[in-house]
């Protein structure tokens, strides 16, 4: 499926690197950790802007209520009612400093997000290609907050659909997968409460 930069009109010359990000993508994904059984979801996200120079950034991940998990992983199959697993909202920027060992496609980012499972966190690494590296550069938590230590992100545009990987050191655990998924941009590109 060929991939179509959303319109750039109102779009800050900022986030110019991170323009095929915009749009409302949804999709299977999985969740595994130890502690936590591999279990399928569907994810719902959204890129958006206001022309300031950032994207606004919203998540909502659902588990799969499926017979089997192999009819789970079957996008048509899932249910997208499920129970609420995990949602963030943040934003994502591209600062203005550009650090000397990137290459010349490639620009810093940074992603601040916040959870309702007592989290936020900075996210830091680059961006080029089709492809975002960010590395935990600070998680803070509240008392009652899950102990996760650090993460690492990964985003990739692949034949058109977003795959994203997320690791985690959390609850004593080594860095190792938590998540991933495979999203499909949604047409027509909406914001919520647009739908009319």
């Known amino acids: 499926m060929p991939f179509?930069?959303?319109?750039?009109?109102?779009?800050?010359?900022?986030?110019?690197?991170?323009?095929?990000?915009?749009?409302?993508?949804?999709?299977?994904?999985?969740?595994?950790?130890?502690?936590?059984?591999?279990?399928?979801?569907?994810q719902d996200v959204v890129f958006d802007h206001d022309g300031g120079p950032y994207l606004s950034y919203t998540s909502t991940i659902r588990l799969v209520v499926a017979p089997d998990d192999a009819a789970a992983l079957d996008e048509d199959a899932a249910d997208d009612d499920g129970p609420v697993w995990a949602s963030e909202s943040g934003y994502w920027r591209v600062?203005?400093?550009?650090?000397?060992?990137?290459?010349?496609?490639?620009?810093?980012?940074?992603?601040l997000l916040a959870d309702p499972s007592g989290h936020v966190a900075l996210y830091v690494?680059?961006?080029?290609?089709?492809?975002?590296?960010?590395?935990?550069?600070?998680?803070?938590?509240?008392?009652?907050?899950?102990?996760?230590?650090?993460?690492?992100?990964?985003?990739?545009?692949?034949?058109?659909?977003?795959?994203?990987?997320h690791d985690i050191a959390a609850f004593g655990q080594p860095m190792q997968s938590y998540a991933s998924a495979r999203l499909a941009r949604v047409e027509p590109t909406t914001t919520p409460g647009d739908e009319g």
């Not at 010349?104 to 992603?111: I, Y």
Request: proline fraction near 10%; avoid cysteine; hydrophobic fraction near 40%.
């Open 95 to 111: 600062p203005p400093e550009r650090p000397d060992d990137l290459t010349d496609d490639q620009h810093p980012v940074e992603l």
């Open 125 to 165: 690494g680059t961006v080029g290609k089709g492809r975002i590296d960010l590395v935990s550069d600070l998680i803070a938590r509240t008392a009652s907050g899950a102990d996760v230590s650090a993460g690492k992100r990964l985003y990739g545009l692949v034949q058109g659909e977003l795959m994203w990987a």
């Open 4 to 42: 179509v930069l959303p319109d750039p009109e109102g779009l800050a010359p900022e986030v110019y690197p991170l323009a095929w990000l915009v749009g409302r993508w949804h999709g299977p994904g999985v969740v595994g950790y130890p502690g936590i059984d591999e279990t399928a979801f569907t």
